[in-house]
């Protein structure tokens, strides 16, 4: 693809350039995943990167809290090389907020 047409098109992260640039983005910051994000995982990723809203129900130890480390990770990697990357939306200081009902977990 011609480097001035990308400059000027407007991406999102739901789109197949926008899942590829998730996958080479975990590949090179996560090296500990080999096969990446899983199935289920990657398309959420890409709705949060999107600015979409989700929930998302699924057993402990599943792999839920990629869904908010991969997207500050993700934002990060860029704001430090964003002329690696096509251009999709992004922020420019990127903040995960967690809420997690550990009190319950215990009891449980």
Not at 21 to 47: C, E, H, R
Not at 58 to 82: M, Q, R, Y
Request: glycine share 6%; charged share 20%; proline share 9%.
């Amino acid at each position: 693809m011609d480097l001035e047409l990308v400059s000027t098109l407007s991406f999102r992260w739901q789109d197949d350039i926008g899942l590829e640039t998730i996958t080479k983005i975990i590949s090179k910051k996560v090296p500990q995943w080999p096969t990446g994000l899983y199935d289920w995982q990657l398309p959420l990723v890409a709705k949060i990167l999107d600015g979409e809203c989700l929930l998302c129900c699924t057993a402990t130890s599943d792999g839920k809290s990629a869904l908010f480390g991969a997207p500050a990770l993700i934002f990060v990697e860029i704001g430090h090389n964003p002329s690696l990357y096509p251009p999709l939306p992004r922020k420019a200081k990127p903040v995960s907020i967690v809420i997690t009902p550990t009190a319950c977990l215990q009891i449980s």
